[in-house]
């Protein structure tokens, strides 16, 4: 339907073998790599905040726009952003998310 309703007007790139073949070892890798990096702190944390990093960044952005300190866009606003976006993210994480997490792992435990 997407195809029939929404013209396309730029050429559909042609693909070499070299490309399907670099796109082909690219997605059988992948399995390989979530087994490597499922113990790593790391990817545990960036997957704990990645949906409240996506949820709040919108309003992040945008009241910092509304700030007229930061009305130009520059790179300490844009640093700014990504502090108080991680941080707020943080936050709710620790004060909505593992609390309702805890109260869930307590009601499996009692059936």
Request: glycine content about 4%; aromatic content about 16%.
């Amino acid at each position: 339907m997407f195809y029939n309703v929404v013209p396309i007007r730029g050429i559909i790139p042609n693909f070499s073998s070299v490309d399907f073949l670099y796109y082909a070892l690219f997605t059988l890798s992948l399995p390989f790599v979530f087994l490597q990096t499922n113990v790593s702190v790391l990817d545990g944390i960036i997957g704990k905040l990645s949906y409240p990093v996506y949820i709040t960044h919108f309003f992040i952005i945008k009241l910092f726009s509304n700030i007229p300190l930061f009305s130009n866009e520059s790179i300490m606003k844009t640093i700014l952003i990504i502090l108080v976006t991680l941080l707020i993210s943080y936050i709710g994480v620790k004060a909505v998310d593992d609390p309702i997490d805890r109260i869930r792992q307590r009601r499996v435990k009692n059936y």
